[in-house]
């Protein structure tokens, strides 16, 4: 009796352990789709609106650097959703920011704003983009913008390139104004954000031509 007690104990057991690790497989492949979903819809906006356009891809510079698993596979996730929504006509060149002096080795110094999307922008050098963005048409970004963008001068200057952002921290651009403005502009060319009261695979893609509707559906999607 005691044995066939000790059987079933040691079957819910495996049957818990299985559970927890398929349940747990399920939702990183769910969330590797739902990134790869975001981003497709983001190339695919941006491909037909630059045409044979010169393109970089900046990512996230620890992939390059034994990170984890699940984050290089997070970040090839979004890679190959671009890809897959720019074409095979288009190359997207993929580069990594310099960051700080320091940020690789303490990264948590340099996070003045723990509840950004986007914490690589207090970790990149202020004039990295600039270095990648040289003789680009569209700068896509997966890490979000410096967060000293008034001295990013492929931002601040008129013309090329125009910005494609992944999940931005908008604070950094600036409130509903300038972030009209970018756009008015043509310097920020699109952008995906989570779907507000979505579940966690429903995206907006925010451009030119729908900002305003958004707006008004969405109040609080830019910030006040």
Do not use: H
């Amino acid at each position: 009796m005691r044995r066939g007690w000790v059987i079933a104990l040691v079957a819910i057991v495996v049957i818990g352990v299985a559970l927890w690790y398929f349940t747990r497989d399920n939702e990183q492949t769910a969330a590797f789709r739902a990134r790869a979903s975001a981003t497709r819809m983001l190339g695919e906006y941006l491909g037909k609106k630059f045409p044979n356009a010169r393109v970089v891809l900046i990512s996230n510079p620890f992939t390059q650097s034994g990170a984890p698993p699940d984050l290089v596979k997070m970040e090839q996730a979004g890679i190959d959703g671009l890809r897959q929504g720019f074409g095979s006509k288009t190359k997207l060149n993929v580069a990594y920011p310099e960051l700080k002096p320091g940020a690789a080795s303490n990264p948590r110094t340099f996070l003045t704003d723990p509840e950004t999307a986007t914490p690589l922008s207090y970790l990149v050098a202020e004039d990295s983009f600039d270095k990648l963005a040289a003789e680009s048409d569209v700068v896509v970004s997966l890490i979000g913008l410096p967060v000293a963008i008034e001295k990013v001068q492929c931002w601040q200057k008129a013309g090329k390139p125009a910005f494609g952002l992944l999940l931005p921290d908008l604070r950094i651009i600036g409130r509903v104004a300038e972030v009209q403005k970018a756009f008015a502009s043509g310097k920020l060319a699109a952008f995906v954000l989570a779907q507000p009261g979505g579940s966690k695979d429903q995206f907006l893609l925010v451009t030119a031509e729908n900002v305003e509707q958004l707006v008004k559906q969405y109040p609080k999607l830019l910030p006040d």
